[in-house]
């Protein structure tokens, strides 16, 4: 996919959290079949930390972790969507949930299936994507 960068916008349902990411236009987005990623539906385009901001709603944000605890799931508290998230296979980055991102910027996609199931198989092949 292509390297030149653009902002796109994204959020919760309700927009009471904001923010913008640095990505490409063109983008990989990973569907996970993990457990987590099963149940409700996240579409991860990975990113390093710093092509990452969140504009609104701080504090209108709750965290879940489970097992490891590296993972930092973010929620919205009013609509309990998770628009991004600090993944286990990628700590120095963000997973933006592509279903909460505006399709403005959007040139082309590809959705790739990701092995979840067997997630300590196959994390080490994210693991390059955070790196900036």
Known sequence: MSAELT???GHCHCRAVTWEVRAPAKLRVDECDCSMCDMHGFQHIIV???RFTLLTGQDNITTYTFN???AQHYFCKTCGIE???VPRSNPDGYSINFRCLERDNVTEFEI???DGKNWEANAAKLAHM???
């Open 7 to 9: 902002t796109h916008q």
């Open 48 to 50: 390093p930390k710093s």
């Open 68 to 70: 490891t605890h590296v």
């Open 83 to 85: 628009s991004f998230y």
């Open 112 to 114: 790739l299936p990701f």
């Open 130 to 132: 955070s790196k900036a």
